[in-house]
């Protein structure tokens, strides 16, 4: 899940969009096909994701 994105302050172009210190990302575009050909979608809903919690594990972390 991507949370809470930040804008890099030593980055040229996001030093660029970068107000009074604030570098949380809060808006932004959804981009449903990037490249490649042309296409068409009858319908798109956006909607908020609820968080999932981390997955327990019972197997040990590596060093352990």
Known sequence: M??????????PDAEQ????DVVAWNRGWIALQGESHPIDFKRVWIRPVKPTPPA???TPAHGD
């Open 56 to 58: 327990k594990t019972d």
């Open 2 to 11: 991507y949370d809470s994105p930040q804008l890099d302050p030593s980055d």
């Open 17 to 20: 969009l970068i107000k009074d």
